[in-house]
């Protein structure tokens, strides 16, 4: 999936909130994506017990979150506050929601602890690369397999996955390669594999970059 390609398309969904929204200051908003980021994470955490009710509302608060991310900086153009101040804020407040959610993923009972590790250490360093490249002059860099978007929308689909599982087969897991594995755990292979590969690919890409620099 490569959701950052398709932004351009996303307009139409992002723009009637956006403008609903003009009056109200983007830092907040950027504010309230990373509290939902934050309450995703334990929500995943403590989800390993109490799935029926908190996996569902995983998928819905990585959705919110997700959306209000999105609409923070169309909001701030349409409404002329655009700033690096802003822009500054909304890269941390990304980074810090990137940890939230997969964070309380990689300590939850549904993952193992050092393949959550991996996985944060995928999705950092892909965003890491991107941001790299624009402070290099280069311009934000969104190549590669695994972008935000795309992260978002796993976080949204798995939780809903592992619940109908679970439903169906009464099991958290199910085995793979003789190993005991839960749907969560496939979509941290996926950040960790896929992750750090885009993190290499956006590395590439800025090097040849560079050269003409």
Known sequence: MVLDAKRDKAERFLMPAAKALKNVDPNVISFLALVLAFLTGVTAYYSF??????????SVLVIVSGYLDAIDGKVAR????ESKRGDFIDHVFDRYADIFMIGGVAISGWCNIYLGILALLGVLMTSYMGTQAQALGIGRMYAGLLGRADRIVLMFITPIVQLVYT????DRTFELLDYDISIFELMMVWFAVIGNYTAIQRAMQTWKALENK
């Open 49 to 58: 017990e109490s799935w029926k009710l908190l996996l569902p509302l995983t």
């Open 78 to 81: 349409i409404a002329g506050k």
């Open 167 to 170: 439903l169906v087969t009464g």
